[in-house]
């Protein structure tokens, strides 16, 4: 192989023999390495000055790096705690809201001791221009419920009638829907009026009250509540009068009715599949 020496190189060559000639010189005569190993240290120190301050950064660059690895370590953890807690807070609210419910349902059985009542929840909702109505998981096959039961709320408010039974379903026909019809009380006087779906109205979430009596007071904001009489139960409320108008024809009057609770959020009812008759 060919080398090729550089002017550049012969010099660097050179000055290195000059100083290991002068260190066998200076061991030789001085019993040491004399100025050269000094001249040495003394263009090392800074150097090690400096990888002792680079050896230090680093140290601190990886206990800084370890500091915050356990910092991580700490968050994850509490934040999977905090996770626990929230879900753990979630579980105490449901099951105060159940007890509550179940709390609810049985002082309404304590104060309707005549209702023989089920249980159901709503599974879907249908309404049209020409009906409103929605299905309870109630059916032959694991209730006693039949066409004609009254359906309510909690609270004891109207909210239809079973118009068909299937075999773990039912069909429930709203108080909007144009089949709906019930003699009702008026206001507190023991009047009486027909409360009944009607087309118009329906779309606007209303019912009418209708066949009133010249003499019977109607005014916005009376109670509205089934007469009984043995297809309903008395005093289940229907909803509110919202308007009181006169008919086209000039005779009589008639009223709106605005369902006490919005229908289309109904999840769970109450079928009244027997009750005493009140005379």
């Known amino acids: 192989m060919r080398v090729i020496f550089t002017r550049k190189t012969i010099i660097i060559t050179a000055v290195a023999l000059v100083l290991a000639i002068i260190t066998l010189v200076s061991v030789n005569i001085y019993g040491t390495s004399g ?11 800074p150097l090690k000055a400096l990888a002792s301050t680079v050896a230090q950064a680093f140290e601190s660059i990886y206990g800084n790096i370890n500091r915050y690895d356990q910092l991580l370590i700490d968050y994850e953890r509490r934040l999977m705690e905090l996770q626990e807690l929230r879900e753990n807070y979630r579980d105490a609210e ?16 304590r104060r309707n001791p005549g209702y023989e009542m089920e249980e159901a929840a709503v599974i879907s909702a249908s309404s049209s221009n020409w009906s409103s109505s929605f299905t309870i998981a109630r059916g032959r096959s694991n209730s006693d ?6 359906v309510i709320t909690l609270y004891g408010v109207l909210v239809g009638i079973v118009t068909d ?8 026909v709203t108080v909007l829907d144009t089949t709906f019809s019930a003699v009702a009380f008026v206001g507190e006087g023991g009047d ?3 409360a009944m779906g009607d087309f118009a109205l329906m779309n606007h979430g ?6 009133i009596d010249d003499d019977i007071p109607v005014m916005r904001g009376n109670v509205i509540a089934t007469y009984g009489g043995g ?10 009068v919202e308007e009181v108008f006169n008919h086209p024809t000039g005779i009589g009057r008639y009223a709106t009715i605005r369902p006490m609770i ?18």
Do not use: C, W
């Not at 039974?165 to 429930?172: D, E, F, I, K």
């Not at 297809?231 to 509110?240: D, R, S, W, Y």
């Open 94 to 109: 449901e099951l105060a809201r159940e007890n509550e419910y179940f709390r609810e349902v049985l002082g309404f059985r």
């Open 262 to 279: 919005a229908l289309d959020t109904i999840k769970m009812v109450f079928v009244i599949t027997d009750f005493e008759v009140i005379q």
């Open 145 to 150: 419920i039949k066409v004609g039961d009254s």
């Open 165 to 172: 039974v299937g075999t773990t379903t039912s069909t429930v």
């Open 231 to 240: 297809v309903f139960p008395t005093g289940l409320v229907i909803g509110e």
């Open 192 to 194: 009486s009026a027909t």
């Open 35 to 45: 100025p050269v190993t000094g001249f040495a240290n003394m263009i090392s120190r």
């Open 206 to 211: 209303l019912l009418k009250l209708d066949h």
